[in-house]
């Protein structure tokens, strides 16, 4: 007990959501914790590195290769010349240098290939010559055509500069569509070093309005990332499906984490929490039906809205930063978004870098990566369990129901034990629990009706028969009276018809 009473939820400070290097950016996972700018520049440092490394080690090579054949040379003049005596064994080892020397000359040969840029240029032309990119083809689909005019009708209002933007994004289109065999890095690299040297041309043009830059290259993301959607997310080279599958198959297994575990500070007896809840979920699954990483961006952006939400509602004060990550982790849990980590893989690669690095869409992305590396090393102390609970609970031998029955989780409030389950299957019990006392009341209600129709046909034949019986026990006989006679007199009326004459 003493554990869990020192436990006070899921901490992290904010400091750690920054880039390690200090430059007062969000940093990311994916790049080691750097943001965007400091991950682009260490990238191409040590790609410079590897770069002049790989030269050297071929240097090398050849310098070997050229003293090998010398030496071989060197050996073959000395086998012309009569053999001496003494000197029987110098026909094998000049076989074994020979040997020695053409497969070092092979392994030269190779690394010079690779590293010639002429091979590469000749291969690109020819796939380029025999190919056409389906991202420029005339059968693109409704929504790609829509974008397109969209994009278009945005330039217009730009005039010249528009013209040439426009341009660009056409030529980099035909020029990425010869790049199909490049890994996802590389890739990235590409559109990251187009959306700069745009932006720069942008911000000459505009004379420094980064109000106008931000919305011109929203636009030119929209359009180039609706077409290169299909060859770039999730790309075969890389291993994020794999990641996709253990990151899904990790939550499936997690189906039991209670919010309670998680210590979130969110009551969904409320309705309006609830119903953010509600919100926040379809707002990440929503998020792998976007093509463009801004949308993406934005969807994550609404769900942590919601949750902040939910949070303000319940503590009846704003949401804190401490409580916002253990309410993402909890809401990631029971939405299992599909594709989670190829949808992080995706913007990562080919967002503006200016949307992850400030503002709140990088803060609330920085978030979900967070929450995403937290559920993947998720474990007993992250959630105030002892390593054996955890494993009972993993493999389904036991359930946190039947620990809180036992006194072990301290949850005393009513409904704890439908709280302590999965809220799904817990929400699943209530509803078949209510459709069954429905379907016994209908069956009252039902019963009643057919009474009271059994007891209005009844009721209506005992009149009948009560009216009849009357009818024949006094039948009506029609007499004519003496008062309608035409020679009656006055005096012949009862009393009440009698005239009475009043003296005047």
């Not at 436990?7 to 959501?17: A, C, T």
Request: aromatic residues 8%; proline residues 5%; charged residues 25%.
């Amino acid at each position: 007990m003493s554990q869990r009473t020192e436990r006070r939820g899921i901490h992290v400070d904010q400091s750690d959501l920054l880039c390690k290097k200090g430059c007062g950016y969000y940093g990311n996972a994916a790049w080691q914790g750097l943001c965007s700018k400091c991950w682009r520049e260490e990238y191409q440092r040590v790609r410079q590195k590897q770069i002049q490394d790989d030269w050297a080690l071929a240097e090398k090579l050849q310098r070997e290769e050229e003293a090998a054949y010398a030496s071989s040379h060197g050996v073959q003049t000395q086998s012309t010349t009569p053999p001496q005596p003494g000197h029987a064994s110098l026909g094998p080892f000049s076989k074994f240098e020979e040997k020695k020397t053409n497969e070092k000359t092979r392994k030269v040969t190779t690394v010079k290939k690779f590293f010639s840029p002429s091979s590469r240029t000749a291969s690109k032309k020819e796939t380029q010559e025999g190919k056409t990119s389906p991202s420029i083809s005339r059968h693109a689909s409704f929504d790609t055509d829509q974008v397109s005019k969209d994009f278009v009708d945005f330039l217009k209002n730009l005039q010249k500069p528009g013209r040439e933007i426009h341009k660009q994004c056409r030529v980099f289109l035909v020029n990425m569509s010869s790049k199909k065999d490049l890994g996802a890095d590389e890739l990235s690299e590409c559109v990251q070093d187009f959306y700069q040297n745009l932006a720069d041309r942008l911000m000459t043009h505009f004379k420094g309005s980064s109000e106008s830059v931000e919305q011109v290259m929203d636009q030119v993301e929209k359009y180039i990332m609706t077409r290169l959607y299909k060859s770039v997310f999730c790309p075969e080279t890389t291993d994020d499906e794999r990641k996709d599958l253990a990151t899904q198959n990790r939550i499936r297994a997690l189906h039991w984490v209670t919010i309670q575990m998680l210590c979130v500070s969110m009551d969904e007896e409320i309705p309006e929490v609830s119903e953010n809840v509600v919100k926040a979920i379809t707002d990440i699954i929503e998020m792998d039906s976007k093509r463009v990483p801004r949308d993406k961006l934005a969807c994550i952006t609404h769900c942590s809205k919601h949750i902040f939400s939910a949070i303000r509602i319940t503590k009846n004060e704003p949401a804190s930063a401490d409580d916002f990550l253990p309410a993402l982790i909890y809401i990631v849990l029971k939405a299992n978004p599909p594709r989670l980590q190829s949808n992080i893989q995706y913007i990562t690669r080919f967002c503006n870098p200016s949307r992850l690095m400030t503002g709140e869409d990088g803060y609330y992305f920085t978030n979900l990566c967070c929450a995403a590396a937290f559920i993947e090393k998720l474990d007993a102390q992250s959630l105030n369990l002892s390593p054996e609970e955890f494993e009972r609970y993993m493999s389904g031998q036991a359930s946190p129901r039947c620990s809180s029955a036992e006194g072990e989780w301290p949850h005393t409030g009513p409904g704890a034990g439908v709280a302590a389950t999965n809220p799904v299957l817990a929400q699943l019990n209530h509803n078949l629990e209510q459709l069954s006392t429905i379907s016994s009341r209908q069956e009252k209600v039902m019963e009643a009706a057919q009474s009271l129709q059994a007891d209005l046909l009844s009721w209506t034949e005992s009149v009948q028969r009560e009216v009849n019986d009357i009818l024949e026990k006094y039948p009506l006989t029609c007499t004519v009276s003496s008062i309608d006679a035409n020679n009656i007199d006055n005096d012949n009326l009862p009393p009440p018809l009698t005239p009475q004459v009043f003296a005047g």
